[in-house]
Every structure is written in structure tokens, then in C-alpha cells.
């Protein structure tokens, strides 16, 4: 920038003479905004969603809440992926693997602090193996596993470790259950973002909390073009639960020099046909 500044006081000498001084000011006044807007990162929102656009269907199984209309879906967003992996069949229709749900709804079922999940609105995305468990069949420990995975986002010009994964999360942990985020790079490379664990001896210990808002810095690696986040529940039995909602992307885009380069070459130009005169 130094240099820049320098270049533009040469040149606006040499376009608007001592005696035009007020134009030299703001020939420079103008340069000098332009070129530091031009060398500044900018955070931006990447992606959103609060899976308020999903269609809700009545309840299947969980007929004594009186919901018989816009209750749960396990139908995911538009490119998202709801995989229930190893989660066994014959528990409750409503929970089976990751699946989105009114909030009014889901505490109907049983409440047992679910009602604490203010931040999640209108529709949240839902994994319960307790409310699960309370089917036909037992979960056997350790069985229940589901990931939720958000659509590719693009990332190819944001600037290297300045990715943010914000949401709201609602979790209650028993037993063996777990929580993973994994930020996946280019269909690859894997970055952890978040590791939770119900052991109370486990360094990722991660006791109740039923209404939070999460933010966490990601280690985006230069060159990557697009970014995808699971969010996983492995192994767990018949446990509590983790609720998500309002998830977001943002990151710094890559400055372009475009306006600075422009602005020298603007001068240069009238400098020229200054000497022509």
C-alpha cells in the first residue's frame, strides 16, 4: 500500500499542478479510499439453513401428542443427506436417524428438557435415540448411529483458515453417546471441528446443554474449493438426544485488487494526455 500511495502522489503531481491543489487532495483523498477498500477482507455469509422450508407430516408413531399434521419429515433440504447407518429398525417411525421435526412436537413426545431448546424455531433437525428406544424394539448400546450431511458449499474464494461453522444446539448426554462435526474438503480432507463425549473421564466430555449457540473457527486449507459438514452421532444406545438448528457458513473472501489497479491506471491515462497538451 506504501508504494501505491507513493505512486499516486507522483502521479497527481504531475496531473494537477501546485496551483490546482484542492484537486490534488482529492485526486489523493479518492486514491487513497479506493486502494485501502481494495485490501480489505470482507466476512461474508457463505450458506444458511434453518430447515423452516420443509414440508411437515403428521405423526406415525407418537399418536398421543395430537399431532396429525405438521409434526416431522425425514425428508432433509435440498442437498443435504440424512444416512441412519447402523441404527437398527422397529424403534419410533419419527426418530429414526437424523430426521427434522416441529420443536412443538418433539417436546410433546417427552419433554425431559427438550422444552429448553428456545434458539431451535419452527422446524430443527433432530437425532433421539431415546425417543427412539421407546419402540417395538430395543436399541441395542452402541447401534444408534446417524450423520447429517449439509450440501457442498463453495469455499474457493475465501481465504485460507477463516472459515466459521455457527448453530444452535440443544444436547443431553447418557452413557455412551457422542457428537462429531467433521468439516470435509474437496470430497477429502477431514478437519474435526467438534468432539463430544458423554465419559465424564474423556478430555471431549461434553455435559448437558440443552440451549446453546455454537461458533467454531475452521482450518480451511488454501486451494480448497468446496466444503461439506457432517454432523454424526455414532454408537450410541438408549441415550438422550442432539438437536440442531440455524446452521451457518461464513468466511473471508479473498480481496480483489481490481479497484487499486483501475485507480493507477485511471492516472496514468490522464497523466498521458496531460503531457500531450
Known amino acids: 500500500m506504501p508504494f501505491l500511495l507513493a505512486l499516486t502522489h507522483q502521479i497527481s503531481l504531475s496531473i494537477f499542478p501546485l496551483r490546482s491543489l484542492m484537486m490534488y487532495r482529492i485526486a489523493v483523498a479518492f486514491a487513497f479510499t479506493l486502494i485501502v477498500c481494495s485490501g480489505q477482507l470482507s466476512a461474508d455469509l457463505l450458506f444458511s439453513e434453518n430447515f423452516d422450508s420443509l414440508s411437515l407430516q403428521g405423526a406415525v408413531d407418537e399418536t398421543g401428542t395430537g399431532f396429525d399434521k405438521d409434526a416431522w419429515t425425514p425428508t432433509p433440504p435440498a442437498g443435504w443427506n440424512s444416512d441412519p447407518r447402523t441404527t437398527p429398525p422397529g424403534g419410533v417411525t419419527e426418530w429414526f436417524g437424523w430426521t427434522f421435526a416441529n420443536p412443538e412436537f418433539w417436546v410433546a413426545a417427552d419433554d425431559q428438557r427438550r422444552s429448553e431448546f428456545s434458539l431451535g424455531q419452527n422446524v430443527i433437525a433432530v437425532a433421539d435415540p431415546d425417543e427412539y428406544d421407546d419402540g417395538a424394539t430395543d436399541v441395542d448400546p452402541e447401534k444408534y448411529t446417524t450423520v447429517l450431511t449439509s450440501p457442498d458449499i463453495d469455499v474457493s474464494n475465501v481465504v485460507a483458515g477463516s472459515l466459521v461453522l455457527n448453530f444452535d444446539s440443544s444436547w443431553r448426554d447418557e452413557d455412551v453417546q457422542a457428537a462429531i462435526v467433521n468439516a470435509i474438503f474437496d470430497g477429502g480432507d477431514v478437519v474435526n471441528v467438534l468432539t463430544w463425549s458423554s465419559d465424564s473421564s474423556s478430555p471431549n466430555f461434553k455435559d448437558d446443554a440443552p440451549n446453546e449457540s455454537l461458533s467454531f473457527a475452521i ?7 468446496i466444503v461439506a459438514f457432517e454432523f454424526d452421532m455414532p454408537q450410541a444406545g438408549n441415550d438422550w438426544w442432539w438437536a440442531i438448528d440455524n446452521v451457518a457458513v461464513e468466511g473471508e473472501l479473498i480481496p480483489e485488487p481490481a479497484s487499486g489497479v483501475l485507480l493507477i491506471t485511471s492516472l496514468l491515462g490522464l ?7
Do not use: I
Not at 219 to 225: E, F, K, L, R, Y
Open 219 to 225: 482450518d480451511n486449507p488454501a486451494g480448497a474449493s
Open 271 to 277: 497523466l498521458a494526455l496531460q503531457r500531450r497538451r
